[in-house]
């Protein structure tokens, strides 16, 4: 069993739509959670990262950490054409002389105009 | 531009070759790390250096290898390559080997085994 499993779509949905992207995990140890955003062709770039549990939002982008049922979520409302792209979740255990970065297989998602 | 400089972008090369593949970090990070995607695997992290040292490995077959130079640029040799071996590989660097809020990736090197 993977430790990070992200469901790989396609997802495809018009533009405007909420858009509901999720990964599961089974390490407890992971304490912060970050959602990627790729591109084709591109390397991964940053979107937004959440320490623990909770809530956090920046502009249309939500994202979601429920710890309890080790569930993760990133919310994009008013979805966009130029929001198709790969969305890769990834989550890092505190602590250790390293910071590994471990991410799901990532969703593939098609916004349509 | 994310400031991480990756080379070749593309390779192609035959069964039974050595590559490099080349990664300068963005300016003033000292933790390089590679990744490698397949469309089957995602990105699985292969190692990690930290000025110079190595500090982490992942799942990074005998036939690779690595290095972080003085001047703070990777090298990711891959030898003896199989048609398995097809990806993306990925670099990506931050400040420390303590930063957990992610890091910057590079565009990639696409490498074709035929």
């Known amino acids: 069993q993977k430790e990070v499993e992200q469901d790989p779509g396609p997802l495809s949905v018009p533009e405007g739509a909420i858009v509901s992207l999720n990964c599961t995990y089974s390490?407890?140890?992971?304490?912060?959670f970050m959602w990627y955003r790729q591109y084709s062709r591109k390397g991964p770039e940053l979107l937004m990262y959440?320490?623990?549990?909770g809530n956090k939002e920046d502009g249309r982008f939500t994202a979601q950490v429920d710890k309890s049922s080790k569930y993760i979520s990133l919310f994009i409302r008013d979805s966009q054409p130029s929001d198709s792209a790969t969305y890769l979740c990834a989550m890092s255990a505190i602590g250790g002389a390293t910071n590994k970065l471990i991410f799901g297989t990532g969703t593939l998602l098609a916004v349509q105009p | 531009d994310s400031g991480v400089t990756q080379t070749p972008k593309h390779l192609i090369t035959a069964t039974g070759q050595r590559v490099t593949l080349r990664c300068s970090p963005r300016?003033?990070?000292?933790?390089v790390y590679w990744y490698q995607q397949s469309l089957d695997q995602g990105l699985q992290f292969l190692i990690q250096?930290?000025?110079?040292?190595?500090?982490a490995k992942g799942n990074i077959l005998e036939r690779f290898s690595a290095q972080q130079f003085p001047d703070l640029h990777s090298e990711l040799n891959l030898s003896s390559l199989e048609l398995g071996d097809s990806a993306l590989y990925f670099c990506a660097s931050s400040v420390t080997t303590g930063n957990l809020y992610g890091y910057t990736f590079g565009s990639g090197t696409r490498l074709t085994v035929v």
């Open positions: 250096y930290y000025n110079g040292e190595e500090r």
């Open positions: 300016s003033g990070d000292l933790s």
């Open positions: 959440t320490y623990s549990s």
């Open positions: 390490n407890s140890a992971f304490q912060y």
